[in-house]
């Protein structure tokens, strides 16, 4: 696996890095294993200055770390000062909150005096995908840091430097060596690693494919797993929606980080009653994004992450056309040679399609006509993936039964798709499982301990089962 920084839009190699020798790794394990230990003894509050320095940092640095997003990915400038700024308010978040989320929990109880004590697992394995470099890592670092779990971390093999970015940063703002550390690691040393003793938990933010791999590993070596992985987000527009509304809302939707998040739009659903104005309104904001370098203000759509992300891409649209998609847009040729993708619209998608149902992972939205809201549900129920999804109906009351009776991980309603600290984040069905962000974000990897304690021992327990009946 080569860790190398190229640069979608110049298409220049800035760097190339070496992998992780085994020495380093150990080393690494022993220097994370030895501050679990200390950590493990440690009041979260020696902790929270540490993550009110850091969200310091990014805030302090935004541009700089921003430019670092933009080489290595390609992402817009404006959006990567803004995926900067998330992390800065994920980390204060934990800061503010840390403490109160892993208090003691009282349990009544007639075996005695019970609470549930909420102890650091040790170190975690981190799997970390390409699309927002930073904010991932955040999302991992921030809570289990809080609550005093060491890190290592393999991050995509093309966005090296921010990996570098974000472990420089985390030293910068005082964590203790073993806190949090980079590993180039190749496919081997990934279970290599899984299976080390020291690590007692792994998680992945990624593809299918890679989820599959690295959940396989985990169980195998019976350590505990969170997986977030893709989606075909739908995007409903119920009878009674708001056109003006939708209209602006959708191409957001579908090209935020040139299609690249796992929760964009990827299928919009439309009643027929909307379908023809909402199909024109999108060809006419899809035929607007303006094409070009990340760093310019007056781009609207970079270039894709990478030539390999193009290039398979442009196989699945191939694919769904060559049976029986309608190619309804495609935005004028580009001059340049950036990893630019055109934006695309297919329609006619039937279910028998490889296209119906399928991650398309970047500027392509599919658009489906359904007769009413029940068959919109179905057909958005209708997929192995159940990530998030958007509703937009004529009150927000309406909007969230139709949100309810959908299959997913989160729905938002007559509103673009959110992600902050408070918002627990996670899927079901193939889309993984576990959440990130918000308190169960902290209690994932966790160990809750049960305490009971009484000043003696109660009548009848001395050997055999306990029941209810001993204290009576």
Known sequence: ???????????????????????????????????????????????????????????????????????????????????????????????????KFLAPRKIDSIAGDAQLENHPLG?????????????????????????????????????????????????????????LTNLFLSYDQVEQVIADPRVQGVALTGSKRGGTAVAAAAGKYLKKSTMELGGVDAFIVAHDADMAQVNEIAPRARLYNVGQVCTSSKRFIVTENHYDEFLANLKKSFAAAKLGDPMDPNTTLAP???????????????????????????H???????????????????????????????????????????????????????????????????????ASRMETGQVYVNTFFSSLPELEFGGVKQSGYGRELGQNGIMSFVNQELVVKRDAPADNLAGGLVTAAHFN
């Not at 990567?80 to 840390?98: K, P």
């Not at 991050?155 to 203790?176: C, I, Q, Y």
């Not at 891409?313 to 029986?324: F, I, K, S, T, Y």
């Open 1 to 99: 696996m080569a860790y190398q920084t190229i640069n979608p839009y110049t298409n220049e190699v800035v760097k190339t890095y070496d992998e992780a020798t085994p020495e380093y790794i150990e080393s690494s394990l022993a220097q994370a294993q030895k501050l679990y230990k200390q950590w493990r003894n440690d009041p979260i509050a020696t902790r929270i200055p540490v993550l009110r320095k850091l969200a310091q940092i990014f805030r302090d640095e935004t541009d700089s770390l921003a430019k670092v997003l933009t080489v290595d990915m390609g992402k817009l400038y404006s959006e990567a000062q803004g995926e900067v700024q998330l992390c800065a308010m994920i980390a204060d978040y934990y800061a503010d909150n840390a403490e």
């Open 123 to 179: 170190v975690l394995m981190a799997v970390e995908p390409w699309n927002f470099p930073y904010y991932q890592m955040m999302r991992i670092f921030a809570p289990n840091f809080a609550a005093g779990d060491p890190i290592v971390y393999k991050h995509a093999a093309n966005t090296p430097a921010s990996a570098l970015a974000f472990e420089d940063a985390v030293k910068r703002a005082g964590a203790p060596a073993g806190s």
């Open 304 to 330: 894709m992450n990478s030539k390999k992300a193009k290039e398979k891409l442009q196989e699945q649209v191939d694919e769904a056309v060559q049976n029986g998609a309608t190619l309804a847009f495609v």
């Open 332 to 402: 004028d040729p580009v001059d340049s040679d950036g990893q630019f993708f055109l934006p695309t619209i297919l329609t006619d998608i039937a279910k028998d399609n490889p296209a119906y149902g399928q991650e398309m992972f970047g500027p392509v939205a599919q658009v489906y006509k359904v007769k009413d809201d029940d068959e919109a549900i179905a057909l958005a129920n209708d997929t192995d993936l159940g990530l998030g999804g958007i509703v937009f109906a004529g009150s927000a009351e309406y909007g969230a039964e139709l």
